[in-house]
């Protein structure tokens, strides 16, 4: 059996494997993982080899011609792969995109350090640390350097050994192909949810759209353009090592023929002309120190990744994705797609969605690579041989018809998906679907109560609420469900959220029914006192510490800023949002976070509020930030995609969520804190917060 059909099986078998266990295939998680890692092993490695070998070989005179000549052909073929990269969100339908997860990537936005990034300062450390463009760099002035050696063939040797033997071990991995797919497969069918698996489904769709341009039109159309040669010939000539390279996913098994096509092509144009063919052989196998144009749009994967949760690429990120796309696809697309998703903070864990779509879209990328080294062999061999001679109206007559065929294929992408898929689990339905869980399971009787029922029993005596609780037979517990996620109603009317489930744990642990008394935030420390309610869950606030008093800290939650999502970058950094004018910020009415922000943020306009929908609400401009908890302002976000939850870097710190009870209750005080105690090692807060 090939190769290629052990690679189906496989995927074939894991998928049907993750469909029948279900949520229990992920144990294939660790072998999945394993084999991405095992992939990468040699990667690095070959890259430096193969980067200073190919660039060395030549002589000063070729390197010079092919930069300067050879080097504008490849830097047009970049452009080109590039712009249908970047046009890829143009084919995707917008409000198809990712369900509920629509700014959970946006926290801290931590600056990119170019010059580490570039700059191999320490190339070793860029070497353990798969900093690709800096690896590439340093391999890049090794091989220059190497070039004017008079005993360079004593170091090309065994570095083209060491190549050699790298790719050896490489084609021996290559074996565990099948079973790697398999844990892939299986271990992505088990845990997504099927309109995930649609969404995946579009970016194979687009891929193979594009691939397919790129290789039947853009790059031959281009090639006939400029030079003159009938695309049918063209196209012709190369039919078999394209076709051949397609059913094998493989390019390296076809460069004799790609050589040999090209040396065909330039020699039925000007016969005799052998500076043609030796131009060939330089290109041919100098192109493979240099990342292709097909294997460039592989980076298109990167804005559907962004598509498929939800947080599409700002405008503003296209530059740096597209100068380090470059740079990373020097090495492997196993390195550089997790290196991307890392530079625009996306989930790593989508790369294990382009390995298995690459089962299908890698044999497009393999045809048009073998299309991409065809042209740039045919077209630097025109440019180093000094033919130049090129006809305007030929290329105005390519590009028109490229732009109207580009926007036809978006175009009619767009409408297919939007027909054809249906509409992401919206974040409402999401949060509808909660419903209280309890701690261990367990949940308890849950009485009908509100403020009003609260007072009308007496009091309790200073120092006896724990007596009152167990004789009275119910546990009152203060709730604010306007507080998501901690606290809120879902579609049924419930109220829902972590506080809810410590307050049935509370009650399953005293033996009592529960009875939750919904109040206004900023009544809670009021209610507590007048006995309207027992106890409650809430952010430490040392102001307050006269009427109310609070346990050990069962979780923390990080300060983090609401913005509308476009200024997401500027409150990213405190030196970026000191140096706006007067932002109107607004926070929650406690003197301790409201004199915090103006010492953190001098510069701003501080604005009590008492509910985050005062802010969520407001007209557009009124206010320009709201300052938070992370989880709320992320739960918001989600609620409200035109917002974006920010860490800032370097970030406040985190505030402290406790149980409340009244002052002078030492008793409750007590229990709280043993709960808190016990709930902690049974590790049942992180569950919850999980």
């Known amino acids: 059996m ?15 494997t993750g469909l029948f266990l279900g949520e229990r295939a992920a144990f294939l998680e660790w072998p999945a993982k394993a084999f991405v890692q095992l992939l990468q092993v040699t990667v690095m490695p070959y890259l430096v080899t193969s980067l200073i070998s190919g660039i060395a070989s030549g002589s000063s005179g070729q390197a010079r011609r092919l930069l300067t000549r050879a080097g504008v052909i490849v830097l047009v073929l970049w452009a080109l792969s590039l712009a249908l990269v970047f046009v890829v969100p143009l084919a995707l339908p917008p409000s198809m995109g990712g369900a509920f997860y629509s700014t959970a990537t946006v926290s801290s936005q931590e600056r990119i350090d170019w010059i580490e990034l570039y700059i191999p300062s320490n190339p070793f450390r860029s070497l353990s640390n798969n900093l690709v463009p800096a690896v590439v760099v340093f391999s890049a002035l090794l091989g220059i350097a190497l070039i004017g050696l008079r005993d360079k063939d004593r170091v090309l040797g065994p570095l083209r050994l060491i190549g050699d033997m790298l790719g050896r071990a490489g084609s021996m991995l290559v074996a565990l192909t099948p079973l790697g797919i398999f844990a892939i497969a299986g271990q992505a069918a088990g845990t997504l949810r099927l309109e995930e698996f649609e969404r ?25 353009a400029l030079t003159g040669i009938p695309y049918r010939r063209i196209v012709t000539l190369i039919w078999d090592p394209l076709i051949t390279s397609f059913a094998t996913a493989n390019l390296f098994i076809v460069l004799p023929l790609i050589q040999e096509r090209s040396k065909q092509l330039l020699a039925e144009q000007h016969p005799g002309d052998r500076d043609s063919a030796e131009a060939v052989d330089v290109l041919v196998p100098t192109s493979f120190a240099f990342p292709s144009g097909a294997k460039l749009l592989s980076i298109a994967f990167i804005p559907f990744a962004a598509w ?12 740096s994705l597209a100068t380090a796309g470059i740079l990373s696809n020097f090495g492997s697309l196993n390195v550089a797609i997790p290196f991307l998703l890392d530079l625009v903070r996306l989930p790593a864990d989508l790369f294990n969605l382009f390995v298995i779509s690459s089962v299908v879209t890698g044999r497009f990328g393999s045809a048009a690579a073998v299309m991409s080294t065809y ?52 974040a ?55 507080a998501m996620p901690w606290c809120y109603l879902n579609g049924r009317g419930e109220i829902v959220g972590f506080d809810v489930d410590v307050a ?10 529960l009875a939750l008394v919904p109040v206004e935030r900023v009544a809670f420390p009021s209610a507590l006192v007048r006995g309207t309610c027992d106890l409650g869950t809430r952010r430490i606030t040392p102001s307050q510490a006269s009427s109310i008093v609070f346990s050990r800290p069962m979780a923390f939650e990080k300060w983090a800023f609401l913005t509308p999502d476009h200024e997401r970058n500027v409150y990213a950094s405190v030196d970026s949002l000191r140096e706006l004018r007067a932002p109107r910020i607004t926070v929650f009415r406690e003197p301790e976070w409201i004199d915090m922000l103006k010492a953190r943020v001098p510069n701003a306009e501080v604005i009590p509020i008492d509910s985050l929908l005062e802010y969520i609400n407001a007209p557009a401009g009124r206010f320009d930030a709201t300052f938070t908890g992370y989880d709320r302002a992320l739960a918001y976000s989600v609620m409200y995609p035109q917002f974006a939850a920010v860490v800032p870097t370097p970030d406040f710190g985190s505030i402290p969520i406790a149980l409340s009870v009244p002052a002078g209750e030492q008793p409750l005080l007590d229990l709280a804190n043993a709960f808190v105690e016990v709930g ?6 992180k569950e919850k917060l999980d």
């Open 2 to 16: 090939s190769l290629s059909a052990q690679i189906a099986l496989g995927l074939a078998g894991g998928v049907a």
């Open 200 to 224: 995946l489904q579009a970016f194979l769709l687009v891929s193979i759209g594009l691939h397919g341009f790129l290789t039947l039109w853009i790059l031959p159309g281009l090639t006939s």
């Open 308 to 319: 498929f949760i939800g947080a599409p690429l700002a405008t503003s990120q296209f530059p």
């Open 375 to 426: 042209v740039l062999a045919v077209l630097g061999a025109f440019l180093m041989t000094g033919r130049t001679n090129i006809d305007r109206r030929r290329v105005l007559t390519f590009a028109s018809v490229t732009v109207v065929s580009t926007g036809a294929l978006l175009f009619g992408s767009r409408l297919l998906l939007g027909a054809a898929m249906t509409g992401p689990e919206r």
């Open 428 to 482: 409402a339905t999401m949060f509808d679907r909660l419903h209280p869980s309890g701690a261990w399971g367990k949940l308890a009787t849950l009485e009908t109560a509100g403020e009003g029922n609260g007072t009308q029993s007496p009091t309790p005596p200073r120092g006896s609420r724990l007596d009152d609780i167990v004789t009275r037979g119910t546990l009152r517990v203060c709730v604010s469900p306007d």
């Open 504 to 513: 049935h744990a509370l009650a399953v642990q005293l033996k009592t029914r």
């Open 680 to 685: 902690a090692a049974e590790v049942i807060f």
